[in-house]
């Protein structure tokens, strides 16, 4: 491993003795830890998380990440909660990115395999789908949209990650959630 740091360093003053600018090099960002009941994984450190109590009949939210800042998007009276629009207050910046994780339920509901290319996260079965833009991510200044449905294994209940992100998924936030989802530890 020396010996490969020395011939880094070498490189880059022979290059710099030549005129020729050095490799840029991207360090790995940092990654932080979300643990809640029944499910674990990283994400960059640089993005926020956020949880609200958002449980109706047939879903519960996970949490929100976010390259912006995070509020929550329900209006709480003693008596009840009114939960409308996303939990970013301003436009997503350039190459942002809004993801929501949600444990879903619905009778009779089964997880199709076809409905996108096939992938295992966590040792269960997913789809990653490419929806057309929605009024949802568009309100929010998003241009591309990501859909994973994770078979829950229970009858009639799943996991979904949607993912709304501005400027497309460039490489770095592509691989950011891709860690992310290669990440999950199901806690059962």
Not at 43 to 70: G, H, K, R
Not at 159 to 181: F, H, K, N, P, Y
Request: aromatic share 8%; hydrophobic share 40%.
């Amino acid at each position: 491993m020396r010996s490969g740091i020395a011939a880094t360093i070498v490189l880059i003053g022979v290059m710099a003795a030549c005129g020729a600018d050095p490799p840029t090099v991207t360090p790995e960002p940092a990654l932080a830890h979300f643990d809640a009941p029944g499910i674990a994984f990283d994400y960059p450190a640089t993005w926020n998380v956020a949880s609200f109590d958002m449980v109706s009949s047939f879903s519960a939210l996970v949490a929100y990440l976010s390259t912006e800042p995070l509020f929550d998007p329900c209006v709480r009276t003693p008596n009840s909660i009114a939960c409308e629009g996303l939990p970013v207050r301003q436009q997503l910046g350039p190459n942002g990115v809004l993801v929501d994780w949600t444990h879903r339920g619905w009778p009779g509901w089964e997880f199709d395999p076809t409905a996108g290319p096939g992938a295992f996260i966590g040792g269960r079965r997913a789809t990653v789908q490419h929806p057309p833009v929605s009024g949802r991510c568009a309100s929010i200044g998003g241009n591309t949209e990501l859909l994973v449905v994770i078979d829950s294994g229970v009858q009639s209940n799943w996991d979904e990650v949607w993912t709304c992100s501005r400027q497309g998924l460039d490489d770095l936030t592509a691989s950011q959630i891709d860690a992310m989802l290669a990440s999950v530890r199901w806690k059962n």
